[in-house]
């Protein structure tokens, strides 16, 4: 549902995004065909979008022809995980003095950019999305784009009218961007820690929570009094970096943001993947070690843990039993009544199943709840009810 | 490591072999070769085993020559499992007035058999187990195969000395074997209930709790009563049949063998199915709801569940912390210390870490103690302490 046919493909075409690419061309030949390397529709039908990882360049990675040539947008690097803060951090950042340690929030990732002269959010798989690149335009200052043509916003998009994670605890109205990482067309090279902050202020851009730069000695412990903190927050956790970018952060999360995923996981239990609850489970176990929890704390955490898994588990089951469907329920703000249309049809080509309902106004602009429908849950549940067997 | 290098297969051998079981010869031959049929070893060498459900043969399958056509004993059939009683039951067994209820006993499923005149105890996967032949041989009246050689018992070995599932719940001393079907070599078919419970009485066979015939109208509620009952004495579930044995076998079981698993499970959170924990913890939402629980029985539920996962999860974590290694710890009783030999030898053909300790006399037996080493999740754990990312 997300490959477009690509018919013929000029050979001459193949053979100059090989040269750019540094690939065989029977290599860039076999990525079309297999949609590894995919064509994006409509109206940006020229950008081409890597479904895999291939070689050094990410999943998500976006490439388009510019002049005579190509230029490409880095995919979103994925970050690793420290299961525990100690020994992790000094192993994997061994040889600083100092790390920079910065909030993980939970929004949706998107990279906003200059495509030929024209600025478009880019999601993490690397489809343009019409919603995104309308707010992200609408709250971006974009003399940052024409001062620096050759840079990527890396950020969140977040906040309530966010149609993929709404969420309301950051206290933001409607959706705000907050960029972590600026990068490099091309290469992907992110600037360093001290840069970023200086181009960001410079466009009142809005950054990721700084929690500033910690001895590598006393991280483990500094950052695990960050992460209670945000857990009662309901925060997702931090990423923590090399203040030069050097080497690749870590991330490391809060219980409440893994009771938070296990909540949504549960809640659609046949679609989430096994794997992401296990994960979700495990890093529990590792985290009440770690910080060597007395007997009261281990047991408000193992009945956060069971709330978190049964409560969705069994409303979703009721609300079957009852004849509901199972839906999400989000919401998006517009300006113009058409990037409305074009994201329906967006979400339509992605295979999500969405019901718009009718906008409504809200100043000089609309507002307009979405239900996303979670058809596998729905109709095993359904089928259980029917008498159906496991 | 279950498997068996066939070498030269005599050709005769393949056509005899393909007449038996109605296949064509090439067919037989790409069994051997994908070891889909593969041979026991040492004195069962002869023994040939399904490793796979091939057409109607049951996963587990084993067959052997007999004088010059063949035998075969059917694998345990996989019993379906009801999520909801209502109207599982009613829609499965439509047609019936009654159903028969027993009790699903949790210990190791063994068929016992004479096989050439020699009585063995097969396991679920069709291996012959040493240890629980010589058990067998020991506890169950060997008349019964002298006057049925083509009946095969299909049961559970339960207790203590059970290394593979040991329970002290029965209040069995050592082990049991408990029976609960009764089947004929070669069709697999099963006696009826009648039937199977006149002949365990003549030989004194024990079989498993049976709770009588239920009018399937009521059953969903009778058998909640049961569950309950069944649940406080951490037993499993039941089984429930067909009287007359036409239709399949469901089963149901209680929450607390669902933590039971789960405790188990995450205890080796590494090697454990990630299906094996999931629909455990989905078994517990469908309860809650169809037993339409309150307030209170459903916060006990959600604690039982977090604890059933986090508490094991945290004492692996935390022996890997210092520094012990990861085990099961189970025990054989035998009467000759030739059987803990032999049975050494078998797991560690099967690919199990044991390690066996000095066979400590008890009465005219001996008891020996033997820890399963649980190496996956072991080492993954020690990674992760030391510094390894997820």
Request: with cysteine; charged share 30%.
């Given at each position: 549902?997300?490959?477009?046919?690509?018919?013929?493909?000029?050979?001459?075409?193949?053979?100059?995004?090989?040269?750019?690419?540094?690939?065989?061309?029977e290599?860039?030949?076999?990525?079309?065909?297999?949609?590894?390397?995919?064509?994006?529709?409509?109206?940006?039908?020229?950008?081409l979008?890597?479904?895999?990882?291939?070689?050094?360049?990410?999943?998500?990675?976006?490439?388009?022809?510019?002049?005579?040539s190509?230029?490409?947008?880095m995919?979103?690097?994925?970050?690793?995980?420290?299961?525990?803060?100690?020994?992790?951090?000094?192993?994997?950042?061994?040889?600083?003095?100092?790390?920079?340690?910065?909030?993980?929030?939970?929004?949706?990732?998107?990279?906003?950019?200059?495509?030929?002269?024209?600025?478009?959010?880019?999601?993490?798989?690397?489809?343009?999305?019409?919603?995104?690149?309308?707010?992200?335009?609408?709250?971006?200052?974009?003399?940052?784009?024409?001062?620096?043509?050759?840079?990527?916003?890396?950020?969140?998009?977040?906040?309530?009218?966010?149609?993929?994670?709404p969420?309301?605890i950051?206290?933001?109205?409607?959706?705000?961007?907050?960029?972590?990482?600026?990068?490099?067309?091309?290469s992907?090279?992110?600037?360093?820690?001290?840069?970023?902050?200086?181009?960001?202020?410079?466009?009142?851009?809005?950054?990721?929570?700084?929690?500033?730069?910690i001895?590598?000695?006393?991280?483990?412990?500094?950052?695990?009094?960050?992460?209670?903190?945000?857990?009662?927050?309901?925060?997702?956790?931090?990423?923590?970096?090399?203040?030069?970018?050097?080497?690749?952060?870590?991330?490391?999360?809060?219980?409440?943001?893994?009771?938070?995923?296990?909540?949504?996981?549960?809640?659609f239990?046949?679609?989430?993947?096994?794997?992401?609850?296990?994960?979700?489970?495990?890093?529990?176990?590792?985290?009440?070690?770690?910080?060597?929890?007395?007997?009261a704390?281990?047991?408000?955490?193992?009945?956060?843990?069971?709330?978190?898994?049964?409560?969705?588990?069994?409303?979703?089951?009721?609300?079957?039993?009852?004849?509901?469907?199972?839906?999400?329920?989000?919401?998006?703000?517009?300006?113009?009544?058409?990037?409305?249309?074009?994201?329906?049809?967006?979400?339509?080509?992605?295979?999500?199943?969405?019901?718009?309902?009718?906008?409504?106004?809200?100043?000089?602009?609309?507002?307009?709840?979405?239900?996303?429908?979670?058809?596998?849950?729905?109709?095993?549940?359904?089928?259980?009810?029917?008498?159906?067997?496991?």
């Amino acid at each position: 549902m997300n490959t477009e046919e690509m018919g013929e493909i000029d050979p001459d075409f193949i053979t100059r995004l090989a040269g750019y690419l540094g690939f065989e061309k029977e290599k860039v030949q076999h990525l079309f065909e297999k949609n590894y390397l995919a064509r994006n529709w409509g109206k940006h039908e020229h950008m081409l979008r890597f479904d895999k990882e291939i070689s050094h360049i990410e999943h998500g990675t976006v490439l388009y022809e510019k002049g005579s040539s190509f230029e490409m947008i880095m995919g979103f690097p994925k970050i690793r995980r420290a299961m525990v803060l100690d020994p992790t951090l000094k192993k994997h950042f061994s040889g600083l003095e100092k790390v920079t340690v910065e909030e993980k929030m939970n929004g949706y990732n998107v990279r906003v950019a200059q495509v030929n002269g024209e600025i478009l959010a880019i999601t993490r798989s690397g489809y343009v999305c019409p919603y995104t690149t309308e707010r992200a335009k609408e709250k971006l200052d974009l003399r940052f784009f024409d001062d620096f043509p050759e840079l990527v916003l890396y950020g969140e998009m977040l906040g309530p009218d966010n149609p993929y994670v709404p969420k309301e605890i950051y206290g933001i109205e409607s959706v705000e961007f907050y960029i972590f990482d600026i990068r490099e067309k091309n290469s992907g090279n992110p600037l360093s820690i001290a840069r970023k902050h200086e181009i960001l202020e410079k466009y009142n851009l809005l950054q990721v929570q700084y929690f500033g730069e910690i001895l590598l000695e006393t991280a483990a412990e500094e950052i695990a009094k960050i992460i209670r903190a945000l857990g009662e927050k309901e925060h997702e956790g931090v990423v923590i970096k090399d203040p030069e970018m050097t080497l690749t952060p870590l991330k490391y999360t809060s219980s409440q943001s893994n009771c938070s995923d296990l909540r949504h996981a549960f809640k659609f239990y046949n679609e989430a993947g096994r794997d992401y609850m296990l994960s979700r489970i495990v890093r529990e176990g590792f985290q009440t070690v770690e910080w060597d929890e007395n007997e009261a704390e281990f047991k408000k955490r193992f009945m956060q843990l069971g709330e978190s898994i049964l409560n969705p588990l069994k409303e979703a089951i009721q609300s079957v039993k009852n004849g509901q469907r199972l839906y999400e329920e989000v919401r998006i703000r517009v300006r113009d009544l058409k990037t409305a249309t074009e994201f329906e049809d967006y979400l339509k080509r992605l295979g999500v199943d969405a019901i718009f309902e009718e906008p409504q106004p809200a100043g000089d602009e609309y507002l307009i709840n979405i239900k996303k429908v979670n058809k596998s849950t729905n109709d095993k549940t359904q089928a259980i009810w029917e008498g159906e067997l496991w």
